[in-house]
Nanobody, 127 residues
Framework: QVQLVESGGGLVQTGDSLRLSCVSSGPTFSSYAMGWFRQAPGKERDFVAL????????YYADSVKGRSTVSRDNSKNTVYLQMNSLKPEDTAIYYC????????????????????WGQGTQVIVSS
């Protein structure tokens, strides 16, 4: 069984930066692409970013592209999301997710393709 634990969220101001972290208990962490989703109040969960199993390829939602960087350290079973130039529209609960199939990176916008979800870490960006 895999557990994902996010951290690093908080209350920040517009233009600030945050680095979210996610630690996985999965023994085969390095075999799976990892991603981030977020859910704003009253809205559905939306894709934010994905990094492949090796940490060589990354994918981003248009809303965060250019401001965010997803990375991973397989030796530490950890994936990160560095977010810069934060905006109020970034306010949401951010969830760390693991792809269901090993090495899979396709259909990364589809939440159904991820079988493990963290409990989330809250990010609030004030204006």
């Amino acid at each position: 069984q895999v557990q994902l634990v996010e951290s690093g969220g908080g209350l920040v101001q517009t233009g600030d930066s945050l680095r979210l972290s996610c630690v996985s208990s999965g023994p085969t962490f390095s075999s799976y692409a990892m991603g981030w989703f977020r859910q704003a109040p009253g809205k559905e969960r939306d894709f934010v970013a994905l990094i492949d199993w090796r940490g060589r390829s990354t994918y981003y939602a248009d809303s965060v592209k250019g401001r965010s960087t997803v990375s991973r350290d397989n030796s530490k079973n950890t994936v990160y999301l560095q977010m810069n130039s934060l905006k109020p529209e970034d306010t949401a609960i951010y969830y760390c997710v693991q792809k269901e199939k090993k090495y899979e990176i396709t259909n990364y916008h589809n939440a159904l393709g991820y079988n493990y979800w963290g409990q989330g870490t809250q990010v609030i960006v004030s204006s």
